[in-house]
């Protein structure tokens, strides 16, 4: 089995549930371990325009698995689907957004996948999880997390209490 972390975002139809949702999906696959699960952050949307969305509720699931990134890939989007994910709009509103961030150590770039996800490490709502759940991880490409995350503001990010 490979050690895989997953972001999950939502901003549309209960973010909360939404995420809740996709994490017991995921748990309730033959072939996936959900072995962590980190906090849900709140977070202001990134739009590439100025409409307004509403905030984002984001976690990182660090999961064991024997699916090929490609597989796990079709998972996830069959989990965003049955969610009611509808892809329109680069970086709009949806209700649910799953990306792999990290497949073990590998790197891979496909014309499907890039992994490392590609800007992961500019992004507080997906470092700061992460860093919850492994603070000793280290990313292929990019370093130690705990020295990346001495560059990210907290800044727009807040833990959820719930």
């Given at each position: 089995?490979?050690?895989?972390?997953?972001?999950?975002?939502?901003?549309l139809?209960?973010?909360?549930?939404?995420?809740?949702?996709?994490?017991?999906?995921?748990?309730?696959?033959?072939?996936?371990?959900?072995?962590?699960?980190?906090?849900?952050?709140?977070?202001?949307?990134?739009?590439?325009?100025?409409?307004?969305?509403?905030?984002?509720?984001?976690?990182?699931?660090?999961?064991?698995?024997?699916?090929?990134?490609?597989?796990?890939?079709?998972?996830?989007?069959?989990?965003?689907?049955?969610?009611?994910?509808?892809r329109?709009?680069?970086?709009?509103?949806?209700?649910?957004?799953?990306d792999?961030?990290?497949?073990?150590?590998?790197?891979?770039?496909?014309?499907?996948l890039?992994?490392?996800?590609?800007?992961?490490?500019e992004?507080?709502?997906?470092?700061?999880?992460?860093y919850?759940?492994n603070?000793?991880l280290?990313?292929p490409?990019?370093?130690?997390?705990?020295?990346?995350?001495?560059?990210?503001?907290?800044?727009?990010?807040?833990?959820?209490?719930?």
């Amino acid at each position: 089995m490979i050690t895989v972390y997953i972001g999950l975002g939502s901003n549309l139809a209960d973010p909360l549930q939404q995420l809740t949702i996709a994490i017991e999906s995921l748990r309730a696959h033959p072939d996936i371990i959900v072995s962590n699960c980190s906090s849900y952050y709140q977070s202001k949307a990134l739009t590439l325009d100025d409409t307004t969305q509403p905030d984002y509720f984001n976690a990182v699931v660090e999961v064991k698995t024997l699916l090929n990134p490609e597989a796990l890939l079709d998972k996830l989007h069959e989990i965003e689907n049955q969610q009611g994910r509808i892809r329109k709009t680069k970086w709009g509103a949806r209700t649910l957004d799953l990306d792999i961030l990290l497949y073990g150590q590998e790197e891979i770039v496909t014309e499907r996948l890039k992994i490392p996800h590609p800007h992961m490490c500019e992004r507080n709502f997906v470092l700061f999880p992460l860093y919850e759940i492994n603070p000793v991880l280290v990313i292929p490409t990019f370093g130690k997390l705990s020295a990346i995350i001495e560059n990210i503001s907290m800044d727009g990010l807040k833990k959820d209490s719930e």
